[in-house]
T-cell receptor, first 112, second 114 residues
Framework: EDKVVQSPLSLVVHEGDTVTLNCSYEVTNFRSLLWYKQEKKAPTFLFMLTSSGIEKKSGRLSSILDKKELFSILNITATQTGDSAVYLCAVGGSGNTGKLIFGQGTTLQVKP | GAVVSQHPSWVICKSGTSVKIECRSLDFQATTMFWYRQFPKQSLMLMATSNEGSKATYEQGVEKDKFLINHASLTLSTLTVTSAHPEDSSFYIC??????????FGPGTRLTVT
């Protein structure tokens, strides 16, 4: 059965800290891995990764995929209170529909 | 990033009535859209995959006669909750998939059935 596992499930840090969120997967016919940030409303798109070893970066956020070891990490440097959210990892697998399999999410709280 | 809109953002209806939620991709054509529901503090639950011009594919346990999905064009999919009951109260979110396989979510619709 396809599955996506995120760790840790929750994390509390202080402003300025660097955090690393993990996502491992077992998905048939892997196509892509996506990271989303969800605050009070619907998830907002952060990154989509399809190739191993190529870092994607946006401001203080970066992410990389390892297709051999079947995992991805999302790094946030110099965290701010506005980074507090649930971070979702999703994997697009078999078939052409683009259906995503979601992990449980990591709840990040950044304290002032 | 791409823009996906949903309308309405919040709706209250009486038990037994039907509610239609619209999902639009504003700056790209989406051959595939997805409908999710989310309960408080829980993860997204995929309800159905909607393909333009064809019948939606429902996930196991989702009643297709209760949750009617229409994907009339490359930029519009609708979800109709028929004969709504209080247990249908939830946060409904659509997503639209680009040809590149990036998926963008709409802002969600909060449905409250009284």
């Amino acid at each position: 059965e396809d599955k996506v596992v995120q760790s840790p499930l929750s994390l509390v840090v202080h402003e300025g800290d660097t955090v690393t969120l993990n996502c491992s997967y077992e998905v048939t016919n892997f196509r892509s891995l996506l990271w989303y940030k969800q605050e009070k409303k619907a998830p907002t798109f952060l990154f989509m990764l399809t190739s191993s070893g190529i870092e994607k970066k946006s401001g203080r956020l970066s992410s990389i995929l390892d297709k051999k070891e079947l995992f991805s990490i999302l790094n946030i440097t110099a965290t701010q209170t506005g980074d507090s959210a649930v971070y979702l990892c999703a994997v697009g697998g078999s078939g052409n529909t683009g259906k995503l399999i979601f992990g449980q999410g990591t709840t990040l709280q950044v304290k002032p | 990033g791409a823009v996906v809109s949903q309308h309405p953002s919040w709706v209250i209806c009486k038990s037994g009535t039907s509610v239609k939620i619209e999902c639009r991709s504003l700056d790209f054509q989406a051959t595939t859209m997805f409908w999710y529901r989310q309960f408080p503090k829980q993860s997204l639950m995929l309800m159905a995959t909607s393909n333009e011009g064809s019948k939606a594919t429902y996930e196991q346990g989702v009643e297709k006669d209760k949750f009617l999905i229409n994907h009339a064009s490359l930029t519009l999919s609708t979800l109709t909750v028929t004969s709504a009951h209080p247990e249908d109260s939830s946060f409904y979110i659509c997503s639209a998939r680009r040809p590149s396989y990036e998926q963008y979510f709409g802002p969600g619709t909060r449905l409250t059935v009284t």
